[in-house]
């Protein structure tokens, strides 16, 4: 470790998985960690970030200009407990010469894993049928009891936002033989030919898709980039799935869509006002909720937790960052 990282102090805003949190006592950083229920409160965080040299943060801290200007002139790396980092302020950190880093490729089978669940679960209203049972409604084999969407075979899957977790998403939607659609840059790619995908344009994707699966990162051209108008754009039977970040989707229009049959039906791990739910989603027996738990396996979470502690450790040392996110002008 070069003599500069010596008195360097990182904060932690939770408490990290064992392993990572074992990595980075080996650093030998001098660290504090907000051990208190999840979600380090903002006044305390603006306290307890206040010298420190990194910055160990949860999707739900808000990286801020403000919050850079309490840590003060010491900061120089933020790494995100998560592959979104919606949450930073990353031009504010580039003014402040402040690295931003975030935890690509460690979870993208996890959130895939999650996608498809959700898919299952609402196509086959899975979680309509357990309901039904532990309620104690008698019931027979019946040829059109809880029938749903025919997920193998035939139905088309279109992915909004191709990317590592939209590719993963694709590699197991193949195995269920579904048709695949994509929007993004890399749909267009050999890597998105080999699994059998085509290209469209968000239009067609919408028009022709029976489950719709969100996958593209949030950013100011992708808030709300599901409103009424693509609602409405999608077949009366459509699935819609949201693993990625819930201000993709304008949630009051989904509600609507919802209840009046504009759509069939959704499976959602984020929402647009998290942790808050629109309380007209609960109600709604075509939809399945998760709280955020597309990364949420054991393994996902120690690699996430390895690769903050190995990118602020790194950049404490005077090196490059393993996996800095890109600032775009
Ligand atoms: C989770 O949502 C993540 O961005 O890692």
Same mark, same amino acid.
């Given at each position: 470790?070069?003599?500069?990282?010596?008195?360097?102090?990182?904060?932690?805003?939770?408490?990290?998985?064992?392993?990572?949190?074992?990595?980075?006592?080996?650093?030998?950083?001098?660290?504090?960690?907000?051990?208190g229920?999840?979600?380090?409160?903002?006044?305390?965080l603006?306290?307890?970030?206040?010298?420190?040299?990194?910055?160990?943060?949860?999707?739900?801290? $808000?990286?801020?200009?403000?919050?850079?200007?309490?840590a003060?002139?010491?900061?120089?790396?933020?790494?995100?407990?998560?592959?979104?980092?919606?949450?930073?302020?990353?031009?504010?950190?580039?003014?402040?010469?402040?690295?931003?880093?975030?935890?690509?490729?460690?979870?993208?089978?996890?959130? @895939?894993?999650?996608?498809?669940?959700?898919?299952?679960?609402?196509?086959?209203?899975?979680?309509?049928?357990?309901?039904?049972?532990?309620?104690?409604?008698?019931?027979?084999?019946?040829?059109?009891?809880?029938?749903?969407?025919?997920?193998?075979?035939?139905?088309?899957?279109?992915?909004?936002?191709?990317?590592?977790?939209?590719?993963?998403?694709?590699?197991?939607?193949?195995?269920?033989?579904?048709?695949?659609? @994509?929007?993004g840059? $890399?749909?267009?790619?050999?890597?998105?030919?080999?699994?059998?995908?085509?290209?469209?344009?968000?239009?067609?994707?919408l @028009?022709?898709?029976?489950?719709?699966?969100?996958?593209?990162?949030?950013?100011a051209?992708?808030?709300?980039?599901?409103?009424?108008?693509?609602?409405?754009?999608?077949?009366?039977?459509?699935?819609?799935?949201?693993?990625?970040?819930?201000?993709? &989707?304008?949630?009051?229009?989904?509600?609507?869509?919802?209840?009046?049959?504009?759509?069939?039906?959704?499976?959602?791990?984020?929402?647009?006002?998290?942790?808050?739910?629109?309380?007209?989603?609960?109600?709604?027996?075509?939809?399945?909720?998760?709280?955020?738990?597309?990364?949420?396996?054991?393994?996902?979470?120690? $690699?996430?937790?390895?690769?903050?502690?190995?990118?602020?450790?790194?950049?404490?040392?005077?090196?490059?960052?393993?996996?800095? &996110?890109?600032v775009?002008?």
């Amino acid at each position: 470790m070069s003599s500069e990282t010596t008195d360097a102090r990182v904060h932690v805003t939770f408490e990290l998985p064992t392993g990572a949190a074992a990595e980075l006592a080996a650093t030998g950083l001098r660290t504090s960690v907000y051990a208190g229920p999840t979600g380090e409160p903002r006044s305390e965080l603006l306290q307890n970030v206040q010298g420190a040299s990194g910055l160990i943060a949860l999707l739900s801290d $808000r990286i801020d200009a403000e919050l850079m200007d309490a840590a003060g002139p010491s900061l120089r790396v933020v790494a995100n407990f998560a592959v979104g980092y919606d949450n930073v302020d990353v031009r504010a950190a580039a003014e402040r010469g402040i690295l931003v880093t975030n935890t690509p490729g460690v979870l993208d089978n996890a959130t @895939a894993d999650l996608t498809l669940a959700l898919l299952l679960a609402t196509a086959r209203r899975v979680v309509e049928s357990d309901r039904f049972v532990r309620a104690g409604n008698p019931w027979q084999w019946e040829p059109d009891l809880f029938v749903g969407l025919d997920v193998s075979g035939g139905a088309t899957l279109g992915i909004v936002g191709l990317g590592r977790i939209g590719m993963a998403v694709a590699r197991r939607a193949a195995a269920f033989d579904l048709r695949i659609v @994509a929007t993004g840059s $890399r749909a267009s790619s050999a890597e998105a030919a080999a699994l059998g995908i085509r290209p469209v344009e968000l239009p067609e994707l919408l @028009a022709s898709s029976d489950v719709v699966s969100l996958h593209c990162p949030l950013t100011a051209e992708t808030r709300h980039l599901i409103g009424a108008a693509e609602l409405r754009a999608m077949k009366p039977t459509a699935v819609l799935i949201n693993t990625a970040r819930g201000p993709i &989707v304008d949630e009051l229009a989904l509600v609507e869509a919802l209840r009046d049959g504009v759509i069939g039906a959704a499976g959602l791990d984020v929402y647009e006002w998290e942790p808050a739910v629109s309380p007209g989603l609960l109600t709604l027996p075509n939809v399945v909720t998760a709280p955020h738990i597309g990364s949420a396996g054991l393994a996902t979470r120690e $690699r996430m937790g390895s690769l903050a502690v190995q990118n602020v450790a790194a950049v404490l040392a005077g090196q490059p960052a393993v996996t800095p &996110v890109a600032v775009h002008a």
